[in-house]
């Protein structure tokens, strides 16, 4: 578990990416880019950050490289939560990035892709985050309240202000 000087150190770090990105591709807030990524990499400290992956974001159907992915990939056990309480152990393959600038802005050119069409921009950041869970990015029941919590505890909203204004 992450202490809080980690925390706190992994939310500034990937704060201004987040910006960056935001500003590049737009549509998912920094706020919640940032929220998402301290769940799912445990604010830094899980073993996918050693290949820069922050967002548990699997390879998929074919491994196709993107603007921001060059098809790099590495296995991992993982829990899904296919029926809400019943966790699934699974092996997959998860994208591998050579930065944390190349992972973020990759999250960002997927939340802009066909698959989340349905996640709008100029919402609030609590329907985004209801939205992305609806369009299938993640299994767990409890990860929204999670993400929403982390905004909220941390006042990530900031970085929305900062990006926008």
């Not at 769940?39 to 922050?54: I, L």
């Not at 491994?63 to 019943?86: I, L």
């Not at 989340?116 to 299994?139: P, R, S």
Request: proline content about 1%; aromatic content about 14%; some cysteine.
């Amino acid at each position: 578990m992450a202490t809080l000087q980690q925390q706190e150190d992994f939310i500034k770090c990937l704060a201004p990416i987040a910006q960056k990105a935001y500003r590049t591709l737009g549509k998912v807030y920094p706020s919640i880019c940032i929220g998402m990524a301290c769940v799912e990499c445990a604010y830094g400290t899980a073993g996918s950050v050693k290949y820069h992956s922050y967002f548990g974001q699997k390879v998929g159907s074919g491994k196709t490289a993107t603007k921001y992915w060059n098809g790099k990939f590495f296995n991992s056990k993982t829990k899904e939560e296919y029926q809400v309480g019943v966790h699934t152990t699974i092996t997959d393959a998860f994208r591998a990035y050579d930065s944390m600038e190349q992972g973020v802005f990759n999250f960002y050119e997927l939340l802009n892709s066909n698959v989340y069409a349905k996640v709008t921009a100029d919402v609030d950041y609590e329907t985004q985050m209801k939205q992305i869970k609806a369009c299938g990015y993640m299994t767990s029941s409890t990860e929204v309240n999670s993400v929403l919590t982390i905004i909220n505890k941390f006042d990530l909203t900031q970085y929305d202000k900062e990006t926008i204004n």
